[in-house]
Structures are given as structure tokens and as C-alpha cells.
């Protein structure tokens, strides 16, 4: 990548800060923001500024970067570019764990992504056994069918568990579910933002393994790669990004489907590359979802999960026509 591709990646992830924080249900002006950042002006835009918004873009930049690593990790990988958390059942494990652990109230921000993480690592081997026992190995289309069937039984599975909660927090978790940043509080975006960063660095150090599975398993035993570890490991570091990122904003697909894309457009040229530049491009897609989740329909708020699927949608049926 170029100089001005970084440049490009920066300044987007910048113009998406600020318009998220000057737009909203109440717009503000840049110079009031600047302002409210700090403590000057009006105290109502004040709280609105330093105890709504920005924690709220601290959690999407998190999330985003999350999910995007994620996607580049796992296409990288299956050597697919269809295969991300949301499809592959990983997303939807995350989801189960994390409303199993409300349920019995582990709810905390530490302990709510660990659960997350145990539900994903579930799902990534339920994915893989299944795909496994039709084909014999992990064939990437298989893993994509499989992980589409896990996830859609780990939603059946919520639903179930959900069947006798009381009305109000059947609500809150179905709105959960569908993904939303209006939670956000700095201390849980903390949490977040630390799974995050550590499931990232884990997949920076790995990224020449990454490289060398991405050649196909026989080309990377060849050369002295231990495939079926380096796989597993990176598996499950893709799957602590989605975990941590479901416990922070429920369920938001299609973000690391789409971005590893852009990333190569951009012209990454290798697994480190792609996972720095997918990090500052899908941080930038979902604060501008988030802010069009905001603002179309102001003042009600649309799920974030909708708007990202919205754009995944056709995104994926364009890749898949191109497979042909």
C-alpha cells in the first residue's frame, strides 16, 4: 500500500470521529464540539459530548476494527473471501454464550466477553467437525454452509432461552441482538477495547503464518508449517475479536466481509498489511453506520446490525455472483 492509501484510511477514520460526534438526534456544530470536549459551552451539550457520544464512537471504533481484523484473519485462512464471523457461526456462538451468561448473571464487562469467547470457541468446532465429517477436511465451502446452520441454531437456541424472561429484558436482549453502540459506558469500552487490541496484536505476530496458509495446506505443510495448530490458533483468535465484540454491540454482521475487500483494493499485499489497514477501515464503516443508524430515522434509532446488513447483503450477493 501507498502512502496516500494510509493517508486515505487515517483520514476517513478522522472525518468518521468527528461526524460522529457532531451529528446525532441533536446536531452540534463543530466548534460547540470542540468546545464540549473541553467542558466549555452549554452543559447539556457537554454531557451529551463526553458521556454519550464518544464513548459510544470508542466502542465502534473497537468493534469495527474488531470484526474487520476478524474477517481478514478467517478469509486469509480458508482462503475464501465469503467467510466472516457473522457467516460462519462464529458471531452467532458469541451471541448464546454471552446471553447464557446474563442469564445467569455473570453480566460484568470483564467476565461477559469471556463467556462470548467460550460460546464462539464452541461454535468454531462445531463448524469444523461438521465440515470434517461431510468432506473429510475444511473445505471452505462446507465451512461456509456449516456455519450458516450453527448460527442460525445458536439464535433458535437464544430465542428458546429468552422464551421465559420477563417482557422488558426480552426487549433489551432482542435489541442487543441486533446490534446497537447506545450502551456504550467507558468502562465496558475499556474492556472491549482490550480484547480487541490483544486478539489484533495476537494475529499482527501471527501474520507470516497467515501468509503461509493462505499458499493452501499442502503448499504450508511443505515448507514446515504445523497446519492443523497454526489453524486452530488462528481460529480462536478471530474468534476472541468477535466475542469481544458481540459482548460490547450485540450482533453486527457483514462488517468482516466487507472490509477485507477494501483492504486489498487498497492494495495490501500481505496478512500484516490487510490486518492494520481492515482495523482503520472497518473502525471508520461502523461509526458512519452507527451515524446513519442515528440519523435516518431521527429521532427513532434503527438497529446497527440492520444498517451493516443493509450493505452487506448486496455486498455478499455481488461476491458470490463473482465466484462463478
Given amino acids: 500500500m501507498t502512502s496516500k492509501h494510509w493517508l486515505l484510511l487515517v483520514g476517513t477514520v478522522v472525518v468518521a470521529v468527528l461526524a460522529g460526534v457532531a451529528g446525532g438526534a441533536v ?52 482462503r475464501n473471501p465469503l467467510a466472516e464471523p457473522y457467516l460462519l457461526g462464529v458471531s452467532g456462538g458469541a451471541a448464546a454464550g454471552a446471553v447464557l451468561a446474563v442469564t445467569l448473571g455473570f453480566a460484568s464487562p470483564l467476565l461477559l466477553p469471556i463467556a462470548a469467547f467460550v460460546g464462539a470457541a464452541l461454535a468454531v468446532l462445531v463448524v469444523l467437525l461438521v465440515a470434517r465429517a461431510v468432506s473429510g477436511h475444511a473445505d471452505p465451502r462446507v465451512l461456509l454452509m456449516a456455519g450458516v446452520v450453527v448460527g442460525a441454531f445458536c439464535t433458535a437456541a437464544i430465542m428458546v432461552g429468552l422464551a421465559t424472561a420477563p417482557e422488558n429484558s426480552v426487549r433489551g436482549a432482542l435489541w442487543w441482538m441486533m446490534g446497537s453502540l447506545g450502551d456504550a459506558q467507558w468502562r465496558s469500552v475499556r474492556w472491549v477495547a482490550a480484547y480487541v487490541a490483544f486478539g489484533i496484536a495476537l494475529l499482527v505476530l501471527w501474520a507470516r503464518d497467515v501468509d503461509v496458509l493462505a499458499l493452501g495446506e ?107
Fill in 218 to 324: 499442502d503448499a504450508a505443510a511443505s515448507l514446515g508449517l504445523p497446519v492443523e495448530r497454526v489453524t486452530r490458533r488462528i481460529y480462536l483468535a478471530a474468534s476472541l475479536l468477535a466475542a469481544a465484540t458481540v459482548a460490547g454491540a450485540g450482533l453486527i454482521g457483514f462488517v468482516g466481509l466487507i472490509v477485507p475487500a477494501i483492504a486489498r483494493a487498497l492494495g495490501a499485499r500481505n496478512t500484516r498489511e490487510a490486518i492494520v489497514a481492515s482495523a482503520l477501515a472497518g473502525a471508520a464503516l461502523v461509526v458512519f453506520a452507527d451515524l446513519a443508524a442515528r440519523t435516518v430515522l431521527r429521532p427513532a434509532e434503527l438497529p446497527l446490525g440492520a444498517v451493516t446488513a443493509l450493505i452487506g447483503v448486496p455486498f455478499f450477493l455481488w461476491r458470490l455472483r463473482g465466484l462463478k
Fill in 27 to 78: 446536531p452540534m456544530p463543530l466548534g460547540e464540539v470542540w468546545a464540549a470536549l473541553f467542558g466549555q459551552g452549554d452543559a447539556t451539550q457537554v454531557a451529551i459530548v463526553r458521556n454519550l457520544r464518544l464513548p459510544r464512537i470508542a466502542l465502534g471504533l473497537a468493534v469495527g476494527a474488531g470484526l474487520a481484523v476478524s474477517g481478514t484473519a478467517l478469509q486469509a485462512t480458508l
